[in-house]
C-alpha cells in the first residue's frame, strides 16, 4: 500500500479526493491523483495526468480536474 510506512501516526496529509480543481505549474509534471500530499489508503489507484496535451485533464476515477496554469 502506497504511503503506509508514512501515514502512520500522521495527521498532516489531506483528506483524498477532496478538492474537485487543481491548478498546477509546470515543475509539477509529472503529476499523479491522488497528489503526493493526500493521504492514499482511502482513495483511487494512482493514475498520471497527461497535462502536456491539453492544459486540463479530469481525473477517471474522483472526477477532479487537473489545469496547467502559468506562475
Do not use: F
Amino acid at each position: 500500500m502506497p504511503h503506509a510506512d508514512k501515514t502512520a501516526g500522521r495527521d498532516d496529509y489531506q483528506t483524498p479526493n477532496a478538492r474537485t480543481v487543481y491548478e498546477v505549474t509546470a515543475d509539477a509534471l509529472p503529476l499523479h491523483c491522488p497528489t503526493p500530499e493526500t493521504s492514499l489508503w482511502n482513495s483511487h489507484p494512482r493514475v498520471y495526468i497527461p497535462l502536456q496535451e491539453t492544459g486540463e485533464y479530469r481525473c477517471p476515477y474522483c472526477g477532479a480536474v487537473y489545469r496547467l496554469v502559468d506562475k
